[in-house]
């Protein structure tokens, strides 16, 4: 939920204005109104500061940690990166002489001084590569064989006559000894090793470096909140705007009426423009960063986190549609929650709705439960059935669950629609949801038998009247009449024709979910037969499930992701209503 939030203007002199900000800073819960990037050379600086040190703690992520050498450099943050740096380059000369070394090792070790003797002689070596080495060759030139390698000869031709020719193409001259460019590698993978070692001495001062880190960023946060005062009485007075939850209304009142400072409240409106912070319990709370990537509701809006929190984890376990799948995201979730920080409960979460979600398709490592003789029969009447009505089952639940969503997002859109606008001009609204959901309920009824065909008939009359006054009467009670019909006829158009495809569109739970399984059948199929009557086709078959559905799992999280975040962006989002342009709340902290 959107938490409710309290407008404050403060008034008071410019040279108190810091230490009146950084009093703020301490108490972490006001949201000063302000750039969050760079506007002057101050602020450009700090950021830039605080990139090093964010760069610098990357680059010791996946370091090893190591002795400290006793070294106290004054910044540890500006060694990283210049070790870093001097690391990069120092890799960058290598992969040319791995090929120059490639190149020269078929001539072997040399002195190139002696190119320089034979030429003041008046001699010239040529250089060539072939296949074999005719013998007719060695008795017209002096040649001298110097390796073979991999089926090839390498050899040298000396000449001294201005009209040389030879039936091969010539190979550019060795411009440095083999020897030589090895020990270079040598020194320059020596070099890269004590680069490697000093940043492992420096991980040392992680910490030192998320301190300093976190200590420019409360400066630049606190500058940048300065800045955006508004100066008053020929710069003696400065005027800031910020917003707090209402419920830490209390404990401000307490600490400004012992500030120097005049000070306004107000309850925020939407106008205000004032900051989104959400407010949900831990389950839901785990999804609010999906809200995020498309963007906090405005003020007036509703919160969408906890019908994305029920319905991306219900559509990434249709998805994956594995049993064996799900425990695999759990334990893996579980392995790495050190290096997944907060998505790793998000993990586990899904984990388990796959997990139960797999059971009920009886699908296990892509193998069907049901024909697993030794479980309980009580236990396979739980499991959704192969077919329903004829149909695929995991096809018909897709698109159930895909109505419900849409209907949800209808009545959730007229809620909202009643709540801002008011009853009277919500009518459209409410004559589009009152045919659509009613139109499901009553239908649902009629098919499980509940209503006969009479009533449902009068029903449906009455649900069609209704609706229709709404839609093409009714939809603005300001506008000429035939101006609403006009528009109910344009809307219903655009509705028959979305709707269906919205409602087509959950069909792709159904198919990626097929898919994954269909893949990791394939796989079974492929280790059964490399399995044969077993010894050593047991290695096989293991290699080839284990690597199988590694690959298989990748691929459905990946998809299991982005598939249920487009059906909750756009086809929840879009029947709801929501526009989600509201901005994060920042409040000053340290």
Partial sequence: MVTEMTKYDFILLSGDANAF?????????????????????????????????????SALKEVEKADDSGQKPTDFAVEVMQTVRDKEAIEAQLPQLYKDAEELFPWGQFDAKSFDRLKEMGLKLHFYKAKSIDPAWKEQYALSEISNIDGYSYFVVVSDAEDYDFPLKE??????????????????EGQVKEKEQRLAQLKWHEPAIQAELDKTLSKLDLHLAHVS?????????????????????????????????????????????????????????????????????????????????????????????DMGYGLVLILASLALKKVLGKIAPLGITLGIATTVIGFLFHTFFSVDMLTWSWLPEGVKRIMLPSQIAGYDGTMVLALLVGIVHICLAMIVKTYQSTKVKGFANSLGTWGWTFLIVGGVIVGGLALMGVMDKAVTKWVIIGIGILSALGIFFLNDLHRNPLLNVGSGLWETYNTATGLLGDVLSYLRLYALGLAGAKLGEAFNAIGLQALGDGGAGWIAFILIVVVGHTLNVAMCVLGAFVHPLRLNFLEFFKNSGYEGSGRNYHPLGR
């Fill in 21 to 57: 900000l950084e009093k703020l800073q301490t108490v972490g819960v006001m949201d000063i109104t302000r750039s969050l990037k760079p506007i002057d050379e101050k602020s450009e600086k700090l950021s830039n500061r605080a990139e090093i040190y964010r760069k610098s703690l």
């Fill in 229 to 321: 005062g508004e100066k008053a009485a020929e710069d003696y007075l400065t005027v800031f705007e910020g917003f707090a939850p209402k419920e830490n209304e209390p404990a401000l009142r307490d600490m400004l009426e012992h500030e120097n400072v005049f000070y306004l409240i107000d309850k925020a409106k939407l106008d205000d423009n004032p900051p989104i912070k959400l407010k949900n319990n831990k389950f839901v709370s785990m999804f609010e960063l999906l809200t995020d990537m498309y963007g906090r509701p405005k003020y007036d809006e509703f919160d969408p986190t906890v019908f994305i929190a029920i319905f991306f984890m219900l559509f990434f376990a249709f998805c994956m549609g």
């Fill in 171 to 188: 190979l550019p001259a060795p411009d440095r000894d083999y020897a030589a460019v090895k020990q270079q590698i040598a020194d320059l």
